[in-house]
């Protein structure tokens, strides 16, 4: 059995909360950890009853084998750096740290520990992104061209002050959750060339830096990746979606319905994918709509985050998303605010490890964070 802690009891810890008894008796939460005494109280009655809980965590990292984090982002560092020197491995919610400089300690302190620091970048852990991206590397609907993903949020302070600090945020909307797209971005369509971002707080005018961020990149062989994400949405007609475009269709994901379906022009089942897919029994739609795809009703992401957290430990195997891995999408956003900044084009070419700056935080308006 894993003796897991949780440190941070908010709305990320909520959410891995609310599963993780299913994970029972190979997972238990044996420790819960907050600064906000009614929080622990709520999340140690709701999820976890029987779990030591204190507002220090320090003086829990006995009672635990490994750690979920979900702090803000300004503390990721220096808790990660003193869990995984005492022994723990850690599952570090997203972004890695804010500045390249905490990354590669914390790259580095994983490596002398010998513990496994797992990042949480769990739409990787999503059955439909999981497929998406088969579909694109498989090249199973022809080949890709154009990778388009939309999230469409209302998020304000209500999620706690910290967000609207660039500095404790780490930057803007692109930092804290674009990160997740660019990952799979960088997932999906191989090593970047070159790209853009625009962002506003305009609509967002709680956040220090942009609430509303635009990228659009261009990857090796001619591959395009564009993300847009908003936390000013009071409406929204598309949600979480991706629209890939190949060369025998598109393909939509739709992450409310849980579905993907292939757009087609050309109709009838000619298509060998399209028809292993019907043979499957996918749903047609129409003349040119065909769902491939729907996610499976049962499996939580999370649960599925923290079980390759178990098994990446137990198998003594790198876990889903590395730390590395996810530096190197914070090195994509980074260069992309810098250039910004600068009016030109990033060159994202060459984001090998052997790098080290600490670069400032710059914002959008050439403040300086
Ligand atoms: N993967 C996702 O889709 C997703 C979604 C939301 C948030 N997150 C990530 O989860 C993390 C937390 O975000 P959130 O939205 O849950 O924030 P939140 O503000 O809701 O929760 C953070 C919690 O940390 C507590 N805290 C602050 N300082 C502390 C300290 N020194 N010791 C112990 N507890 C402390 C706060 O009281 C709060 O309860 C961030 O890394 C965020 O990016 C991920």
């Given at each position: 059995?894993?003796?897991?802690?949780?440190?941070?009891?908010?709305?990320?810890?909520?959410?891995?909360?609310s599963?993780?008894?299913e994970?029972?008796?190979?997972?238990?939460?044996?420790?819960?950890?907050?600064?906000?005494?009614?929080?622990?109280?709520?999340?140690?009655?709701?999820?976890?009853?029987g779990?030591?809980?204190?507002?220090?965590?320090r003086?829990?990292?006995?009672?635990?084998?490994?750690v979920?984090?979900?702090l803000?982002?300004?503390l990721?560092?220096?808790?990660a750096?003193?869990c995984?020197a005492?022994?723990?491995?850690?599952?570090?919610?997203?972004p890695l740290?804010?500045?390249?400089?905490?990354?590669?300690?914390?790259?580095?302190?994983?490596?002398?520990?010998?513990?496994?620091?797992?990042i949480?970048?769990?739409?990787?852990?999503?059955?439909l992104w999981?497929r998406?991206?088969?579909?694109?590397?498989?090249?199973?609907?022809?080949?890709?061209?154009?990778?388009?993903?939309?999230?469409?949020?209302?998020?304000?302070?209500?999620?706690?002050?910290?967000?609207g600090?660039?500095?404790?945020l780490?930057?803007?909307q692109?930092?804290?959750?674009?990160?997740?797209?660019?990952d799979?971005?960088?997932?999906?369509?191989?090593r970047?060339?070159?790209?853009?971002?625009?962002?506003?707080?305009?609509?967002?005018?709680?956040?220090?830096?942009?609430?509303?961020?635009?990228?659009?990149?261009?990857?090796?062989?001619?591959?395009?990746?564009?993300?847009f994400?908003?936390?000013g949405a009071?409406?929204s007609?598309?949600?979480?979606?991706?629209?890939?475009?190949c060369?025998?269709?598109?393909?939509?994901?739709?992450?409310?319905?849980?579905?993907?379906?292939?757009?087609?022009?050309?109709?009838?089942?000619d298509?060998p994918?399209?028809?292993?897919?019907l043979?499957?029994?996918?749903?047609?739609?129409?003349?040119?709509?065909?769902?491939?795809?729907?996610?499976?009703?049962?499996?939580?992401?999370?649960?599925?985050?923290?079980?390759?957290?178990?098994?990446?430990?137990?198998q003594?195997?790198p876990?889903?998303?590395?730390?590395?891995?996810?530096?190197?999408s914070?090195r994509?956003?980074?260069?992309?605010?810098?250039?910004?900044?600068?009016?030109?084009?990033?060159?994202l070419?060459?984001?090998?490890?052997?790098?080290?700056?600490?670069?400032?935080?710059?914002?959008?308006?050439?403040?300086v964070?």
């Amino acid at each position: 059995m894993i003796r897991l802690g949780m440190i941070g009891c908010g709305t990320m810890a909520g959410s891995f909360l609310s599963g993780l008894r299913e994970l029972e008796p190979r997972v238990k939460v044996t420790a819960l950890c907050d600064i906000d005494p009614k929080k622990l109280a709520s999340a140690a009655s709701s999820a976890a009853p029987g779990a030591r809980t204190d507002t220090d965590y320090r003086r829990l990292l006995g009672a635990c084998d490994a750690v979920v984090i979900a702090l803000p982002h300004d503390l990721h560092h220096a808790v990660a750096k003193e869990c995984l020197a005492a022994g723990l491995h850690v599952l570090l919610e997203k972004p890695l740290a804010n500045t390249e400089a905490q990354c590669l300690d914390l790259i580095r302190a994983a490596d002398a520990s010998g513990r496994v620091l797992a990042i949480g970048y769990v739409m990787r852990h999503d059955p439909l992104w999981v497929r998406m991206g088969q579909y694109i590397r498989e090249r199973t609907f022809g080949d890709v061209f154009q990778v388009s993903i939309w999230t469409e949020q209302f998020t304000d302070l209500s999620r706690g002050a910290w967000l609207g600090d660039a500095r404790r945020l780490g930057g803007g909307q692109l930092f804290s959750h674009g990160c997740h797209y660019i990952d799979l971005l960088l997932l999906w369509l191989g090593r970047p060339i070159d790209g853009t971002h625009t962002g506003t707080n305009r609509g967002t005018p709680w956040m220090a830096m942009e609430g509303t961020s635009n990228v659009a990149m261009r990857f090796e062989g001619d591959l395009l990746g564009y993300h847009f994400g908003t936390w000013g949405a009071r409406g929204s007609k598309l949600k979480y979606a991706v629209h890939t475009h190949c060369t025998e269709g598109l393909l939509e994901l739709d992450h409310a319905a849980g579905t993907i379906t292939l757009h087609r022009d050309a109709s009838g089942g000619d298509l060998p994918a399209l028809k292993a897919a019907l043979a499957n029994g996918a749903t047609v739609q129409g003349p040119h709509a065909t769902i491939v795809y729907q996610t499976p009703p049962t499996g939580k992401p999370t649960n599925a985050e923290v079980i390759d957290l178990v098994d990446a430990i137990e198998q003594g195997r790198p876990p889903g998303t590395t730390a590395r891995e996810a530096l190197q999408s914070l090195r994509v956003i980074w260069r992309l605010y810098d250039a910004e900044q600068r009016r030109v084009v990033a060159d994202l070419r060459g984001l090998g490890l052997d790098e080290f700056t600490d670069r400032p935080i710059v914002g959008s308006a050439g403040q300086v964070f």
